[in-house]
C-alpha cells in the first residue's frame, strides 16, 4: 500500500496556501477491510511464539515447571519416533477417530437431510438435537462403558455421538439454504424427488455440509482424549494422560503437539476436498 | 396446445391479488402480460405453469401437445435458475436426464439446442464464468431442450443490462421467426411487451384484473427499435398504465 500522506501532500499545500481554485487530487479513501492472502505469515507466528518459550526457559525467565523447553519436547518427540512408539500409540487412536467419526458425520448428515427434508421428522428431532448438544458427552462415559463395553465400542460411540450432534445442526442449517428458485425449477422441468434432492439439494448442501464437518472433526479430536480416559492402554490421549499424572511437561506437550497437528491436518484436508469440489462456487 | 385462465380470483391472506381474470393463450403466439408492481402478474403465471393453485377458477390445457415434448408447461425464471456446479451441457442435460431418453439422443439435443442458440463454444463453462445475458441464453436453450408445449417467462431479460436485452429480444425474434413457439411473457418494461408480443394483456393494480387487450399485427421479424408505430403503440399503453402505476407505488406495503 502506498503511503497516504504522501498523496494528501499537494491538497494540504493548497489549502495552506489558500488558493482552492488550484487543481487537488481526489484522496484515496477506499482501502482495507478485505482480507488478502498473506503467504507465511502463520508459519512465523508459530516460530516467533516456540522461538520466545525456548529463549524464555534457557534464560530462566519461564520456570521448567510452567512450560517445558521446546527443543526437550522436540527430544521427546524423536524418542517416540526412534523407539516406534509414536505408531503405537497413533495406530489405535487414528482408528478410533476414523471409525467414531465415521459413523457420527455419516448418520449426523443422514439425520440432518432428513430434517431438512420432511417437515415431520424437523418438528420430532429438532428439539431433541438441541436437548443432546449441550450435554457434555465426557459426563456420560460411566454410561457408555455400561452401553457399549470397556473395550473400543464405548470409546466410538462417544467419539459418535460427540460428531453427531454438530454434524446435524450444519447439515439441516446447509439444506435450509439451498436456493429456493433452483429446487422451483427442478419442479417446473417435471425432474423427480429423488432426482431433486440429489442433483439440486445435496449438492447445493455440500458447502455448508464441510464447512461443519471442520467443527465436528475438531470436537472428534477433542473426544479422542476422553474416549481414552477408558482404560486405553495406547493412543494419543492415554499417552497424554499418562503423561499429565506424572507432570512429565515434555511427554504432555509432545502429544498435545500431534494432537494439533492431527487438527491442521484434517482441517487442510477439508479444505482439499473444498477446493476439488466446490470450484464451482463464485 | 392452447391454455385458458377460467374466472382467476386469488388472495394471499386478506389481501386479494387477482380478481376474476379470464384470458386465452392461442397456439404459436407471444402473449406479454404487462402491469404496475405487484399487480399479481407473477402470480398468474405461477398459476399458468402449476407451480401454485388458484383459490377460485381453472387453469385448462387444450389441443394435443406436440410429439417428444418432455415437459409442455416450461418456464424461464428472471434469476436464470442454473445449477452454479453444472457446466453449460450439464444444465441442458439435467433436465432431460429423468426422461430415459437414451444417451446418444439426450447429447444430440443437447447439441441441436446449443447450437441453436449459438452457445456451442460455451458448452463446458461453468455459470460463474458466464455474463448475466449468455445465461439467459443457456436458460433459454434448457427450455428448449424439453420442446415445449407453452413457454412460460417471468421477466426473464429484467435482470439484464439494456445493451444485453436489445440481443436477447432479437434472439428470442429470430428463434421465433425460425419456429413459432407459445408463449406467455411476463414483463414490466413495455419496449419489450412491443417488441415480442403479438398480444398484450394490461393489468390494472392490485387486486389485479384484464384492464384491456392490445393486439400488435406487425409481424415480430419486422419491429425495429424506434419504429414509430411501435412507439405509438408503447405510448398508448404507458397511457393506460400510468396512473395505476403511480397508485400502486404510493400503496403502503402490507408487510
Request: aromatic share 6%.
Amino acid at each position: 500500500m502506498s503511503d497516504p500522506d504522501t498523496d494528501r501532500r499537494p491538497a494540504e499545500a493548497a489549502a495552506a496556501t489558500g488558493d482552492a481554485s488550484a487543481p487537488r487530487p481526489v484522496p484515496y479513501r477506499g482501502g482495507g477491510y478485505r482480507p488478502v492472502h498473506i503467504r507465511g505469515i502463520g508459519i512465523v507466528t508459530f516460530i516467533v511464539l516456540i522461538a520466545l518459550v525456548e529463549w524464555g526457559t534457557r534464560t530462566g525467565w519461564i520456570s521448567n515447571l510452567t512450560l517445558p523447553r521446546p527443543s526437550d519436547v522436540l527430544a521427546t518427540f524423536g524418542d517416540l519416533w526412534t523407539t516406534g512408539m509414536l505408531w503405537t500409540h497413533m495406530a489405535p487412536s487414528l482408528s478410533r477417530l476414523v471409525v467414531g467419526a465415521a459413523m457420527g458425520v455419516s448418520a449426523g448428515i443422514a439425520v440432518g437431510v432428513a430434517i431438512g427434508l420432511f417437515s415431520v421428522v424437523r418438528a420430532g428431532l429438532v428439539p431433541l438435537v438441541a436437548a443432546l448438544f449441550p450435554i457434555p458427552k465426557i459426563a456420560l462415559l460411566p454410561l457408555f462403558v455400561i452401553w457399549f463395553g470397556i473395550d473400543e465400542g464405548s470409546k466410538y460411540a462417544l467419539i459418535a455421538l460427540g460428531t453427531f450432534t454438530p454434524t446435524v445442526v450444519s447439515t439441516y442449517g446447509a439444506v435450509d439454504n439451498v436456493d429456493r428458485t433452483l429446487i422451483r425449477m427442478g419442479q417446473s422441468f417435471g425432474l423427480s424427488w429423488v432426482s431433486i434432492v440429489r442433483k439440486i439439494v445435496l449438492p447445493g448442501a455440500l458447502p455448508g455440509i464441510l464447512s461443519g464437518l471442520r467443527v465436528s472433526l475438531a470436537i472428534g479430536i477433542i473426544l479422542l482424549v476422553a474416549a481414552e480416559m477408558l482404560g486405553a492402554q495406547y493412543g494419543i490421549g492415554a499417552y497424554i494422560l499418562e503423561a499429565g499424572s506424572l507432570y512429565d511437561l515434555e511427554r504432555l506437550f509432545a502429544g498435545v503437539v500431534i494432537l494439533s497437528a492431527l487438527g491442521v491436518l484434517t482441517s487442510s484436508g477439508i479444505g482439499w476436498v473444498e477446493r476439488r469440489l466446490l470450484d464451482w462456487r463464485v | 396446445m392452447e391454455l385458458r385462465l377460467d374466472g382467476i380470483s386469488h388472495r394471499y391472506g386478506d389481501v386479494e391479488v387477482l380478481s376474476d381474470i379470464d384470458l386465452t393463450i392461442p397456439e404459436g403466439r407471444i402473449v406479454c402480460i404487462v402491469g404496475p408492481s405487484g399487480c399479481g402478474k407473477s402470480t398468474l403465471l405461477r398459476f399458468l405453469g402449476g407451480l401454485e393453485v388458484p383459490e377460485r377458477g381453472a387453469v385448462l390445457q387444450q389441443g394435443p401437445r406436440p410429439a417428444d415434448c418432455l415437459n409442455p408447461l416450461t418456464y424461464i425464471f428472471q434469476d436464470f435458475a442454473l445449477l452454479p456446479w453444472r457446466s453449460v451441457a450439464g444444465n441442458i442435460r439435467l433436465v432431460l436426464e429423468d426422461s430415459r431418453l437414451p444417451g446418444a439422443e439426450m447429447g444430440r439435443i443437447v447439441d441441436d439446442v446449443l447450437a441453436r442458440t449459438r452457445l456451442t463454444d460455451f458448452r463446458d463453462a461453468l455459470p460463474k464464468q458466464l455474463s448475466g445475458g449468455m445465461k439467459q441464453r443457456v436458460a433459454i436453450a434448457r427450455a428448449m431442450a424439453v420442446n415445449p408445449a407453452v413457454m412460460l417467462m417471468d421477466e426473464p431479460l429484467s435482470a439484464l443490462d439494456s445493451q444485453t436485452r436489445e440481443l436477447l429480444m432479437d434472439d428470442l425474434v429470430s428463434l421465433w421467426t425460425r419456429a413459432p413457439f407459445t408463449a406467455v411473457y411476463v414483463t414490466h418494461n413495455l419496449a419489450e411487451a412491443v417488441r415480442l408480443g403479438h398480444r398484450i394483456v394490461v393489468l390494472s393494480r392490485r387486486p389485479g384484473a384484464v384492464r384491456e387487450i392490445v393486439e400488435i399485427d406487425t409481424p415480430l421479424a419486422e419491429r425495429r427499435m424506434g419504429d414509430p408505430a411501435l412507439d405509438a403503440q408503447q405510448a398508448r399503453l404507458w397511457q393506460l398504465m400510468r396512473d395505476e402505476a403511480a397508485a400502486a407505488d404510493a400503496e403502503l406495503a402490507d408487510v
